[in-house]
C-alpha cells in the first residue's frame, strides 16, 4: 500500500533553517509528481511546493519562493524540503501529498512551530 512518512519537525527560532523528509514506499516513486502542504493554526491546508517525477520542474508558493527548496531522490524514495529564513508565520503541520492510483495520498504530516 502506498505509504508516505514525513519527518523532521520541530522548534526553531526565527531566522532559523530545518529540513523535512517524506520517505514513499508502495508505488513507483520516480514516476510520480510530489508536493509539500502545510496547514497553519486556524487555516486551511494550502500547497507549498511541487517537485516534477524527475525533479526538473518545481514551483512554489509566492509565501515561501526565495526561502524553501523542494528536492527529491528517486533512489531514496524520498523528497526533501529545505526551509530556510523561516518565519513565525511558517508554523503549521507540513504534509507530503502525490496522486497515484486514481487517488490522493496523504502522509501523517510533522509539525514545525517557529518561535523565539
Known amino acids: 500500500q502506498v505509504q508516505l512518512v514525513e519527518s523532521g519537525g520541530g522548534l526553531v527560532q526565527p531566522g532559523g533553517s530545518l529540513r523535512l523528509s517524506c520517505a514513499a514506499s508502495?508505488?513507483?516513486?520516480?514516476?510520480?509528481?510530489m508536493n509539500w502542504y502545510r496547514q497553519g493554526p486556524g487555516k486551511e491546508r494550502g500547497l507549498v511546493a511541487t517537485i516534477s517525477s524527475t525533479g526538473g520542474i518545481t514551483n512554489y508558493a509566492d509565501s515561501v519562493k526565495g526561502r524553501f527548496t523542494i528536492s527529491r531522490d528517486n533512489a531514496k524514495n524520498t523528497v526533501y524540503l529545505q526551509m530556510n529564513s523561516l518565519k513565525p508565520e511558517d508554523t503549521a503541520v507540513y504534509y507530503c501529498k502525490t496522486r497515484t492510483r486514481g487517488r490522493d495520498y496523504w502522509g501523517q504530516g510533522t509539525q514545525v512551530t517557529v518561535s523565539s
Open positions: 508502495g508505488f513507483t516513486f520516480y514516476s510520480y509528481t
